[in-house]
């Protein structure tokens, strides 16, 4: 809760600095010599359109997503990925999520490639549909049992090559970028992280958990900040 608490925090400060709505035409700068404040997930969180998101019921049960947020298509430290269509980027109407999912998504990765010179941008894929609802295989590819209520979304492992690409084997997957990737959301408190059974990565066991088909991307879920 702690964790969580923190993170509601960084959102509203890094919102509050960076953000496109918060930010007044001022006539006259900081003062000279005035440090700047700003964070690496900035320039990402001012090309939202924020608006405070519900996400009702559960993520894999009757989940609806109010007042969603989009996920633009790419931006400074990630690009968004269709499974289906194995294209860049994904397609709009899957990459809705709460504000809450989205401003962790860009804040996580954001630290993670301004603590790891030289990462990759990072590939995301499915959040929720506009209004959440049922993800499953009439979507296209596997479909989501969950994906339901904007809390959940699919994050590409970083390849050892840097292409930014699906890694589409699990010797493709750099390990140390992976498992940092991992770290950072369970750092914010994510309720659950899960990856892939051929992978070697490691996290609490109630939090992290090896789940089938994620050997090419790790699948984050946040609690609801609303319960
Ligand atoms: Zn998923």
Request: aromatic content about 8%.
């Amino acid at each position: 809760v702690l964790r969580r608490s923190a993170l509601t925090l960084l959102i509203t400060l890094t919102l509050g600095v960076g953000g496109a709505s918060a930010r007044p035409a001022q006539e006259s700068g900081p003062p000279d010599g005035a440090p700047v404040e700003t964070h690496p997930a900035d320039a990402d969180l001012a090309a939202v359109e924020w608006r405070p998101s519900r996400a009702l019921g559960l993520p894999f049960r009757r989940g609806r997503l109010l007042d969603g947020v989009l996920l633009p298509g790419e931006g400074i430290n990630y690009f968004t990925y269709d499974g289906p269509l194995r294209q860049v980027p994904n397609r709009a109407w899957r990459r809705w999520g709460t504000d809450y999912l989205v401003a962790s998504l860009l804040i996580v990765i954001a630290e993670h490639r301004a603590a790891n010179p030289g990462a990759p941008r990072i590939g995301i894929g499915d959040l929720s549909r506009p209004e959440g609802g049922p993800f499953g295989a009439r979507y296209g590819g596997l479909g989501h049992a969950s994906h339901q209520n904007g809390l959940d979304a699919d994050v590409y492992y970083p390849r050892l090559d840097r292409r930014e690409l699906r890694p589409g084997a699990p010797r493709l997957v750099d390990p140390a970028l992976a498992q940092d990737l991992v770290d950072r959301f369970v750092a914010i408190g994510a309720e659950k992280v899960f990856v892939g059974p051929r992978l070697q990565l490691r996290g609490p066991r109630d939090v992290v958990s090896k789940l089938r088909y994620h050997d090419d991307h790790l699948h984050v879920r946040l609690y609801n900040p609303s319960h």
